[in-house]
């Protein structure tokens, strides 16, 4: 069984990229080499990432978030 990522999605329920059963699986980002584990959302294809930045909330309460530019590889994390 393969699992096919798609190519941008979400972590926020509010969004249209949002796949609650693909997140329950455990997806990981590396960006630029390097693991990310504050990302909120990713696009391969334009190849940018959106992460949190620290613990400043908007006026909504939402995390606040910086789209950062580079090559982005999501992956399925496994369980060991």
């Known amino acids: 069984?393969?699992?096919t990522l798609p190519d941008r999605l979400?972590?926020?329920p509010d969004s249209p990229f949002y796949n609650e059963e693909l997140l329950a699986k455990g997806v990981g980002i590396r960006f630029n080499g390097t693991e990310k584990t504050n990302?909120?959302?990713y696009c391969v294809s334009e190849g940018w990432?959106?992460?949190t930045a620290g613990n400043?909330?908007?006026r909504f309460g939402n995390p606040m978030t910086i789209k950062l530019?580079?090559?982005v590889e999501?992956?399925?994390q496994t369980k060991a």
Do not use: I
């Open 39 to 41: 990302v909120d959302e």
């Open 69 to 71: 530019k580079g090559k």
């Open 74 to 76: 999501p992956y399925l």
């Open 56 to 58: 400043a909330k908007d």
């Open 10 to 12: 979400s972590s926020n």
């Open 49 to 51: 990432v959106r992460v």
């Open 1 to 3: 069984m393969t699992d």
